[in-house]
Every structure is written in structure tokens, then in C-alpha cells.
């Protein structure tokens, strides 16, 4: 139960990879072992999990326990996978977040014990439970009234002390782009800067962790607010800090994965989703217009690409992509297990109807293919 319960599943899902089985070797062609993944009948029998009133019953029955017990940080990631499981508007999805909201209450997290009872309200809590509902939220104001609160901001980010870069907004003025025969390119300092200035202070665009952490942390920013996270809509792996994350996660990659969650979490191996993540990213800045993506992509990439020119302060997503993609990646040697998760992603994203949708052809399936393997090998 608790994250015990949930690394349980996570690992069930694991235990199903078709390239754990003693039969495939690594060192095969990565066509022979895409062949050999296609062909299991595992991964071709795993069904998706799905929202289910019963799943997510049994998931904050679960958190009751540790709530009884007054482990409230387990009890608070059973909830989350009861919020995951349930469906959309159900009873179930507003207990799910009032239950969370007296963890909150608690650990004298008052604001986000308000967010959470803000979320049960508008998610059908029961009528028949809304006064002790009401009264846990009386409650929350007197405290902060009262002078008790923790803010609404769990960890402070420390904020810049030094002259910041208007084009960007997240590095410090004097900050450059330097290249170096060896190592590639790099950041270097134009001035002299003190002790304890902070340079750069980036939030992520492109990012991903692994399954085990899908109910503890936002799987757009990696923010790990786990008291205040909100589910997809429509899988039952992926969680968000606010709406905002989940949209934008959405629109960029996750529309593309969601169909098949389930399989993806099955082949994963440790943050390696990042490689048809960047592709997809790059899918949406072409209009999902994959003739013009591979007329861009196939052409001559250039290693002296600097994405400090851009004005980050106006960010043109498409010239991200594109400096990122004329970026040789520092290869030290080829991967196996880079092979492995390649044919794996190949074969679960093609199982995606919206996918196949778009890659249509053999010449789309090489592209995407190629795509996947520069990174690797």
C-alpha cells in the first residue's frame, strides 16, 4: 500500500517488458529486436488501465489506513492514485481531493487544504458529507486568520541578485555561449561574478522522470507539490501542478501518448521517454505537418547552433526545436539498452491510433525510426 502499492504497480507493468525476457539480445539490429517487441504477445495482450469508481475506491481505502496510522505523506500518494483512478466528475474524484484536503489540514498546509476543498466541491463531493466538508474549510480560514499560515508557496525560489539578461529571462547579464574543441559548447562568464550570485534559474521545457514518480510530482515542470497535483483526464499514470502544466503538457507531447500510457510505463526504462518526447514536441511545432518536419530535419544540421540568440522573453517554440535539433549530441559510444528502448517506443507509439495516424507511410516509419535512434547510437 502506499508508495509500496504504487511501486508495486509500477514494477507489475515493469515485470511485462518484453525485452526482459532472456531470449532477446541486445546486441541484435535494432530492426530485428523492433521485430521481436512487435511480436510479444505481452505487450500486445496489456490492456490499458482505465478510470474506474472501484480502482479508486480501493485507493483511498488504502490512504484511510496510513491516515489512521498518521502516515500522512503514504496516505497522501494513495490519494493521488485514487484521484488518478476515478473517473472524470465522479463522487469518487471529490472524495479523492477532500481526503487530501485533511492531510493538508494536518501538516498546516492551509491554503492548499482550501485548493484541495475547492476541488472536491467542484467535482460532485457528496452532499450527504458536505457539512464536515464546510467545517474543515471554517476551519482552514480561522487558521490563517489567526495567523498560521505557511504561504501559499511550499519552497521559495531564491530570487536573481544580479543584472539579468532582458532577451533571457532566467540568466544573469554577462552570461555567454563559448564553444571548446573537446567538450563542445558551453556557458562562460563575460565578468567576474561573486559567491552566492545566482546565474541562471531555468524552468524545464523539455522534461520527463520516471513512472515511479508520476503521482509525486507535475510531469510538465517536475514541480513536486504532490499535496495539490490534478490527473489527466483520460489516463491514470499522469499528474500536473496546475492547469496550465497539464494543457501545455497535453498540446506538446502527451496527446500523443496518452492512448497507450499504460504499454509506455510497461518499456520504460530510467528518463529514456525523452527521445520521442523531443520528437513529438517537434511534430507539434510543425502542425503534426510530418512531410515539412522530415524536409526541415533531414536536411544538414549545424553543430555551432547558440539558443542563447533566441529571445527567450518571447519564446518562438519552433526555433527552440530547431536549435535543439542542430545540436550533435556528444555520443561516447552506442547503447544497447539505447537500441532496446527505441524499438520499444517504436512499437508502443505506432499501437497509438492518433500516431498512426499521422505516420502513415514506410518513409514515416524510417524517419521516426532514424529520429529516434540519433540519439543513441
Same mark, same amino acid.
Given at each position: 500500500?502506499?508508495?509500496?502499492?504504487?511501486?508495486?504497480?509500477?514494477?507489475?507493468?515493469?515485470?511485462?517488458?518484453?525485452?526482459?525476457?532472456?531470449?532477446?539480445?541486445?546486441?541484435?539490429?535494432?530492426?530485428?529486436?523492433?521485430?521481436?517487441?512487435?511480436?510479444?504477445?505481452?505487450?500486445?495482450?496489456?490492456?490499458?488501465?482505465?478510470?474506474?469508481?472501484?480502482?479508486?475506491?480501493?485507493?483511498?481505502?488504502?490512504?484511510?489506513?496510513?491516515?489512521?496510522?498518521?502516515?500522512?505523506?503514504?496516505?497522501?500518494?494513495?490519494?493521488?492514485?485514487?484521484?488518478?483512478?476515478?473517473?472524470?466528475?465522479?463522487?469518487?474524484?471529490?472524495?479523492?481531493?477532500?481526503?487530501?484536503?485533511?492531510?493538508?489540514?494536518?501538516?498546516?498546509?492551509?491554503?492548499?487544504?482550501?485548493?484541495?476543498?475547492?476541488?472536491?466541491?467542484?467535482?460532485?463531493?457528496?452532499?450527504?458529507?458536505?457539512?464536515?466538508?464546510?467545517?474543515?474549510?471554517?476551519?482552514?480560514?480561522?487558521?490563517?486568520?489567526?495567523?498560521?499560515?505557511?504561504?501559499?508557496?511550499?519552497?521559495?525560489?531564491?530570487?536573481?541578485?544580479?543584472?539579468?539578461?532582458?532577451?533571457?529571462?532566467?540568466?544573469?547579464?554577462?552570461?555567454?555561449?563559448?564553444?571548446?574543441?573537446?567538450?563542445?559548447?558551453?556557458?562562460?562568464?563575460?565578468?567576474?561574478?561573486?559567491?552566492?550570485?545566482?546565474?541562471?534559474?531555468?524552468?524545464?521545457?523539455?522534461?520527463?522522470?520516471?513512472?515511479?514518480?508520476?503521482?509525486?510530482?507535475?510531469?510538465?515542470?517536475?514541480?513536486?507539490?504532490?499535496?495539490?497535483?490534478?490527473?489527466?483526464?483520460?489516463?491514470?499514470?499522469?499528474?500536473?501542478? !496546475?492547469?496550465?502544466?497539464? @494543457?501545455? &503538457?497535453?498540446?506538446? $507531447?502527451? =496527446?500523443?501518448?496518452?492512448?497507450? %500510457?499504460?504499454?509506455?510505463?510497461?518499456?520504460?526504462?530510467?528518463?529514456?521517454?525523452?527521445?520521442?518526447?523531443?520528437?513529438?514536441?517537434?511534430?507539434?511545432?510543425?502542425?503534426?505537418?510530418?512531410?515539412?518536419?522530415?524536409?526541415?530535419?533531414?536536411?544538414?544540421?549545424?553543430?555551432?547552433?547558440?539558443?542563447?540568440?533566441?529571445?527567450?522573453?518571447?519564446?518562438?517554440?519552433?526555433?527552440?526545436?530547431?536549435?535543439?535539433?542542430?545540436?550533435?549530441?556528444?555520443?561516447?559510444?552506442?547503447?544497447?539498452?539505447?537500441?532496446?528502448?527505441?524499438?520499444?517506443?517504436?512499437?508502443?507509439?505506432?499501437?497509438?491510433?492518433?500516431?498512426? !495516424?499521422?505516420?502513415?507511410? @514506410?518513409? &514515416?516509419?524510417?524517419? $521516426?525510426? =532514424?529520429?529516434?535512434?540519433?540519439? %543513441?547510437?
Amino acid at each position: 500500500m502506499g508508495r509500496d502499492q504504487e511501486d508495486s504497480m509500477i514494477s507489475d507493468l515493469l515485470a511485462k517488458n518484453p525485452c526482459r525476457s532472456g531470449e532477446l539480445d541486445l546486441n541484435w539490429p535494432v530492426e530485428r529486436i523492433i521485430k521481436y517487441v512487435a511480436g510479444s504477445s505481452q505487450l500486445a495482450g496489456l490492456e490499458e488501465l482505465c478510470k474506474s469508481d472501484l480502482e479508486a475506491s480501493k485507493l483511498r481505502e488504502f490512504g484511510n489506513h496510513f491516515y489512521r496510522l498518521r502516515n500522512l505523506v503514504e496516505a497522501t500518494f494513495c490519494y493521488n492514485q485514487a484521484i488518478c483512478r476515478a473517473p472524470p466528475d465522479s463522487e469518487q474524484l471529490g472524495m479523492g481531493y477532500a481526503n487530501r484536503s485533511a492531510i493538508c489540514f494536518e501538516l498546516g498546509e492551509y491554503e492548499m487544504a482550501l485548493f484541495n476543498i475547492q476541488l472536491a466541491r467542484k467535482h460532485n463531493y457528496p452532499d450527504k458529507l458536505m457539512a464536515k466538508l464546510l467545517e474543515r474549510e471554517r476551519n482552514c480560514r480561522q487558521r490563517i486568520a489567526d495567523g498560521h499560515s505557511k504561504g501559499t508557496v511550499p519552497n521559495t525560489r531564491m530570487g536573481f541578485n544580479v543584472d539579468i539578461n532582458p532577451r533571457i529571462p532566467f540568466l544573469a547579464k554577462g552570461i555567454a555561449m563559448g564553444y571548446d574543441p573537446k567538450f563542445g559548447r558551453g556557458l562562460v562568464a563575460e565578468k567576474d561574478f561573486n559567491a552566492g550570485d545566482l546565474i541562471l534559474d531555468e524552468t524545464s521545457e523539455l522534461f520527463v522522470h520516471e513512472f515511479s514518480l508520476c503521482f509525486q510530482r507535475c510531469n510538465q515542470c517536475s514541480a513536486s507539490l504532490y499535496q495539490i497535483l490534478i490527473p489527466c483526464r483520460t489516463c491514470v499514470l499522469l499528474m500536473y501542478c !496546475s492547469e496550465k502544466c497539464r @494543457e501545455l &503538457h497535453w498540446k506538446l $507531447f502527451h =496527446r500523443f501518448e496518452c492512448g497507450v %500510457v499504460t504499454k509506455l510505463c510497461c518499456v520504460s526504462g530510467t528518463g529514456d521517454i525523452i527521445t520521442p518526447r523531443f520528437f513529438f514536441y517537434g511534430l507539434t511545432q510543425f502542425g503534426d505537418d510530418l512531410q515539412a518536419m522530415m524536409e526541415y530535419c533531414e536536411k544538414e544540421v549545424s553543430t555551432q547552433s547558440n539558443p542563447l540568440e533566441l529571445d527567450f522573453a518571447n519564446l518562438d517554440r519552433m526555433e527552440w526545436f530547431k536549435v535543439l535539433h542542430n545540436t550533435h549530441p556528444r555520443v561516447l559510444d552506442s547503447s544497447p539498452g539505447g537500441k532496446r528502448a527505441v524499438a520499444s517506443y517504436f512499437v508502443v507509439f505506432l499501437m497509438n491510433p492518433v500516431v498512426k !495516424s499521422i505516420i502513415r507511410t @514506410e518513409a &514515416h516509419r524510417q524517419f $521516426f525510426l =532514424r529520429s529516434l535512434l540519433s540519439t %543513441v547510437v
